[in-house]
């Protein structure tokens, strides 16, 4: 069973940066794409960024040239940059890794929560 753990999460002021990890308990390599999810008080969770076997990333259009996601795959981690945040920002973020063989599978973390105060 795969687990996912995210740790950085926090309280910051609008404007400023946190940087979020996502450790796995296997190889990230075996992973079609990893990806970071949030989840705000009342909404559904939403999108926020992916990247592939290749490298190649991709935002959501709310985060784009705010957020970068990257990734070391010698310690099978994850990363979200977050930079220049808004109280809109705040929620939990999620880490997810999915496997595409046969069908989708998808893994989860447990969340850690970002606030960000104005």
């Known amino acids: 069973q795969v687990q996912l753990v995210e740790s950085g999460g926090g309280l910051v002021q609008a404007g400023g940066s946190l940087r979020l990890s996502c450790v796995a308990s296997?190889?990230?390599?075996?992973?079609?794409?990893m990806g970071w999810y949030r989840q705000a008080p009342g909404k559904q969770r939403e999108l926020v960024a992916t990247i592939i076997s290749g490298g190649v990333t991709n935002y959501a259009g709310s985060v784009k040239g705010r957020f970068t996601m990257s990734r070391e795959n010698a310690k099978n981690t994850v990363y979200l940059q977050m930079n220049s945040l808004k109280p809109e920002d705040t929620a939990v973020y999620y880490c997810n890794a999915q496997l595409r063989a046969l069908g989708v599978k998808d893994y989860w973390g447990q969340g850690t929560q970002v606030t960000v105060s104005s």
């Open positions: 296997g190889s990230i390599a075996s992973f079609n794409r």
